[in-house]
């Protein structure tokens, strides 16, 4: 466990990546939200998607965790399952952070009236709806998730090549629209639409913690073989 935690404190010797850039992408984007509210004129309230910026970049935190760190721990005798776990430890404490300070905003928007605009990005109703600890179970799963592909997406890199990362990345694009395809070839979108109403952010979230644990695997297993 030792070696596990000194992994950890190896990914988080530049705090830059996985705390003070995405902050600063969370607040530069907050503030042009608040611009935004305040330019829209109707009383009713506004919703914006901008808090999503800094959750996708957890996909870049993935790749880099990988491709910058690896190579060196490989050099200090640190074995590939050390490697893997102190990555995936660092990545969910930064997650945690992540969608803590969501959840702090949310609440903050709520007690302000959406920043006196009625204007919000933190809280959105459909994700807070089983309330604040849902909510960061939402975020948190959100974060994870673009960590494990940008993770996971590296590691084919390293142990396959190009061909086979360009390959899979196709054939990934290629698996959602056919089943785009198939969803709408059959009109089953209104059948979609009801399982997502049915399960909730919250069953959402919970079925893309499994995800996040199958692809993780898939990623342990690619990285046993990958090359520094």
């Given at each position: ?191 979609v639409g009801e399982a997502v109403m049915t399960l909730g952010a919250l069953g959402l979230a919970a079925w893309g913690l499994v995800l996040v644990a199958l692809l993780s695997v898939v990623a342990f297993l690619a990285l046993r073989r990958a090359t520094p």
């Amino acid at each position: 466990m030792s070696r596990v935690l000194n992994v950890v404190r190896l990914q988080l010797i530049n705090r830059q990546t996985f705390l003070w850039v995405p902050l600063i992408i969370l607040g530069s984007v907050l503030v042009a939200s608040i611009l935004i509210y305040a330019m829209i004129p109707t009383p009713g309230p506004k919703y914006g998607g901008g808090g999503q910026a800094p959750l996708w970049y957890f996909f870049g935190i993935g790749l880099t965790a990988l491709t910058l760190t690896f190579p060196f721990s490989q050099a200090m005798s640190i074995t590939r399952r050390e490697f893997f776990l102190g990555s995936m430890i660092a990545a969910a404490a930064g997650a945690a952070v992540m969608a803590l300070v969501f959840v702090l905003g949310g609440l903050l928007e709520l007690a302000t009236g959406g920043w006196g605009l009625n204007g919000y990005m933190f809280y959105l109703p459909w994700m807070w709806e089983a309330g604040p600890l849902a909510a960061f179970v939402v975020y948190f799963t959100l974060a994870m998730f673009f960590f494990v592909i940008g993770f996971l997406g590296a590691t084919v890199y390293k142990r396959w090549g190009a061909t086979v990362t360009t390959v899979w990345s196709v054939g990934a694009g290629v698996l959602l629209v056919g089943a785009a395809f198939v969803i709408t070839r059959f009109a089953l979108w209104e059948a979609v639409g009801e399982a997502v109403m049915t399960l909730g952010a919250l069953g959402l979230a919970a079925w893309g913690l499994v995800l996040v644990a199958l692809l993780s695997v898939v990623a342990f297993l690619a990285l046993r073989r990958a090359t520094p």
